[in-house]
């Protein structure tokens, strides 16, 4: 059983930044990528970054792109999304998430139902 535990959010000012970690425990195959995917009051839950085991292969939202960035130290576990430049519209609870990419097409790898096991979430909250 795979354990994901989210950390990292707080409340910062627009313009500022934020490094939210995901560490994992159990056994995670070297087919699994690891996503983060954000859920904002009202809206449905969107994709924001996705990383592939060997953090050779990352996937991010149009949203994001150019201000986060997503990796992961196999070492520890632990995957990281550094978010810079942060907006009011990047308010949302954040979860990590994990699933196993070997047989999915690489469009399937931002969609949320790709991933099996998820994490609790952690709050960001962006002030104007």
């Known amino acids: 059983q795979v354990q994901l535990v989210e950390s990292g959010g707080r409340l910062v000012q627009a313009g500022g930044s934020l490094r939210l970690s995901c560490a994992a425990s159990?056994?995670?195959?070297?087919?699994?990528?690891m996503g983060w995917f954000r859920q904002a009051p009202g809206k449905e839950r969107e994709f924001v970054a996705a990383?592939?085991?060997?953090?050779?292969?990352?996937y991010y939202s149009n949203s994001v792109k150019g201000r986060f960035t997503i990796s992961r130290d196999n070492a520890k576990n632990t995957v990281y999304l550094q978010m810079n430049s942060l907006k009011p519209e990047d308010t949302a609870i954040y979860f990590c998430?994990?699933?196993?990419?070997?047989?999915?097409?690489?469009?399937?790898?931002?969609?949320?139902?790709?991933?099996?096991?998820w994490g609790q979430g952690t709050q960001v909250t962006v002030s104007s």
């Open positions: 998430a994990t699933g196993d990419w070997g047989m999915v097409a690489s469009y399937q790898r931002t969609k949320d139902n790709t991933y099996d096991y």
């Open positions: 159990g056994r995670i195959a070297y087919t699994y990528g």
């Open positions: 990383i592939s085991w060997s953090g050779l292969t990352t």
